[in-house]
């Protein structure tokens, strides 16, 4: 028999059916009919004590957060056949964790969240709980509420019972007005971000006046006792979190702005998510309708330290203000100006919260739907689903405006600009292409290139030439603040544009073009997990860099056994331009489990051999 021995034996009734129990945590038990669904898991003694609550079976566990005494005894509970519901954003650090302890950093580690407070073997879960929805889990509705704070991906739950309106909470807060730990609450060792430090402390005071505005009678926390005066023990918290967050801010922390009145208005119908990671704006519709250019880290206090998911959560809080404040009862598209996460990371949250569709130009749209395929920084986790393509520098028609889609590569190869007419305005939305933020003769406007993104030797002088012959009144961008757009600012751009290209044309070999990025082939899909005995179907580009046609001969590096049909290609490329070559890759048979196992694309064009130019990497599951 599993029994902790510190653990209660004695069932503490809540409300009618809501029952807590004292283990490594607070194990909520919602009964109905001899059957019970938990909040949180703890060690697993519950289940040594069903009898004390009148039940028979538990048929699912919800967690809250990824800490592991919240969740040390899982295993058990999967054991015994009981559903496992997670937080979306936490999975890996509960299903996943193994490869989490494999791959965390720990030397020169900088990465200071409580990550490694997870359990030391991975166990499997049924799925992961519906944010700011409810459902019914076994017996029980359920609603969802996401509560970042003592971890960035924690949630709470709404529950009603014997009419009361129940929240479990975690350990977002703690008795009447104090947290179970501050050291929870710092997700980044240092940062750009005001709150840099204390990004959970300002996240816990957004999470409870949330927790507030659902009218929740008694506040059930993961250690301690109930709060039973949910508004005063907020106060208290609230007071004390913003005196600590205030000793290093700059200017004060305004919750209320920030919570609700993100938007602000550029013109009546142009909005901006001033709380958003990366701008996102709202193009609104008289028909009560909004598009959104680009969605990423909404409500942001400054993002954790780490790239993994747990470090990465989107919200839709902005949402509720642009429904409440300016008239919209749909957000009916979402537009991306680029594929990078901190403008996209909302749009699949869009989607199943809200209905909303994804419009994408048709050369995002690859990058968004199959990410995994491709080489390149900034992806999101997982695939984004496109509901239109649109073609590139044609348009489009939403509602009543007239969009203008533009290829705009430069930032990155995969990025649009958009230009449309608002409320008499002539707008161009750029992302991420330019800072805008250009003082004569003060401050310099900064080509965001990055090489890594696919950039290309004439790209800004391409996008300087675009905005010459749109010639918009306001520029929009993805982290600055909306720009007049003068003349001189266009010359200024078209030059600074010829100067990059000129200059990288000065630097680079004179007898050759690898172009920008220095490299003569690219291999996709980039990252794959395979089965053994499967055959994997891969395609190399492969780029001449000489002024004259020359024949290029590109072979498969391969792991020890594998084999590729067929072994080598040879191609004749034209003087500067691309090609594509395909290869069938078979997995043994017998091929054991392996993670990265890397191959490469062996390339030489003429008499140059350039060798293994583009890597890609194989996992065996």
């Known amino acids: 028999m599993h029994v902790n021995p510190a653990a209660s034996a004695a069932p503490t009734p809540l409300a009618p059916d809501v029952f807590r129990f004292e283990d490594t945590c607070n194990v909520y038990l919602l009964r109905h009919d001899r059957r019970a669904v938990l909040i949180d898991f703890g060690y697993g003694a519950v289940l040594d004590h069903l009898a004390d609550f ?69 166990v499997p879960v049924t799925g992961t709980v519906d944010e700011y929805r409810t459902r019914r889990y076994g017996h029980a509705e359920i609603h969802t509420l996401p509560l970042p704070g003592h971890t960035p991906g924690s949630v709470g739950y709404l529950v009603t019972a014997g009419g009361r309106r129940l929240a479990f909470v975690g350990d977002l807060i703690h008795g009447e007005g104090r947290v179970w730990s501050l050291a929870a609450t710092q997700w980044a060792y240092t940062g750009s971000h005001e709150n840099h430090g204390k990004e959970g402390v300002a996240a816990t005071i957004l999470s409870t006046m949330r927790l507030l505005d659902t009218g929740a009678e008694s506040l059930l926390p993961s250690h301690g006792a109930p709060v039973t005066d949910p508004p005063t023990a907020v106060a208290r918290l609230r007071g004390k979190l913003t005196e600590l967050l205030q000793m290093n801010r700059r200017t004060p922390f305004d919750p209320e702005r920030m919570l609700y009145r993100p938007w602000t208005e550029i013109t009546p119908h142009l909005l901006r998510n001033t709380t958003s990671m990366a701008n996102s704006y709202a193009l609104l519709s008289d028909s009560g309708t909004a598009l959104l250019l680009d969605f990423g880290y909404d409500l942001t206090t400054g993002l954790p330290g780490g790239q993994d998911r747990s470090a990465r959560r989107p919200l839709l809080e902005s949402i509720t203000a642009l429904r409440r404040d300016h ?25 199943e919260v809200h209905g909303t569709e994804v419009w994408s130009p048709s050369h995002i749209a690859p990058v968004l739907a199959a990410p995994r395929r491709f080489d390149l920084p900034c992806l999101w986790y997982d695939p984004i689903p496109v509901d239109r393509e649109l073609p590139v520098n044609g348009s489009v028609r939403w509602r009543e405006y007239e969009i203008g ?17 608002v409320d008499g305005r002539k ?39 675009l905005y010459r012959a749109l010639r918009p009144e306001l520029m929009i961008s993805g982290h600055w603040f909306p720009f007049e757009v003068s003349d001189a600012y266009l010359d200024m751009l078209l030059e600074k544009g010829r100067q990059l290209a000129r200059l990288h044309r000065e630097l680079l070999p004179a007898e050759l073009d690898l172009g920008a990025e220095g490299f003569a082939a690219r291999i996709g899909p980039y990252r794959h997990v395979a089965r053994p005995g499967e055959t994997i179907r891969y395609t190399v580009e492969i780029r001449n860099p000489f002024p004259h046609e020359e024949a290029a001969e590109v072979r498969l590096i391969l792991p020890a056994g594998w084999h590729a049909e ?56």
């Open 54 to 122: 009148d039940v028979d079976e538990v048929t699912d566990v919800l967690v809250t957060h990824h800490h592991r005494d919240q969740v040390q005894g899982l295993a058990r509970a999967v054991a015994a056949g009981i559903r496992v519901w997670v937080p979306p954003v936490e999975r890996e650090l509960i299903a996943e964790v193994d490869e989490h302890w494999r791959t965390r950093r720990f030397d020169n580690d900088y990465d200071v969240r409580q990550d490694r407070f997870s359990l030391l073997e991975q």
């Open 405 to 421: 889609v533009h290829d705009l590569p430069g930032h990155t190869l995969y990025a649009a600009a958009y230009a449309f007419t």
């Open 327 to 351: 008239g919209i009862d749909r957000v009916e598209v979402a537009l991306p100006t680029h594929y990078h996460d901190d403008h996209v990371a909302g749009f699949n949250l869009l989607r």
């Open 566 to 621: 067929p072994s080598v290609v040879r191609s004749a490329v034209p003087p500067g331009r691309e090609a594509s070559v395909e290869f069938a890759v078979r997995v043994p048979a017998g091929a054991p489990r392996a993670e990265r196992l890397r191959l490469a694309a062996d390339l030489t064009v003429g008499a140059l051999r350039l060798g293994q130019q583009a890597e890609a990497l194989v996992s065996v599951r």
């Open 427 to 465: 707008v161009i939305a750029t992302g991420d292409q330019q800072t805008t933020e250009w003082e004569p003769g003060l401050r310099p406007e900064i080509l965001n290139y990055q090489y890594r993104n696919r950039f290309r030797i004439d790209d800004y002088t391409r996008s300087a030439e």
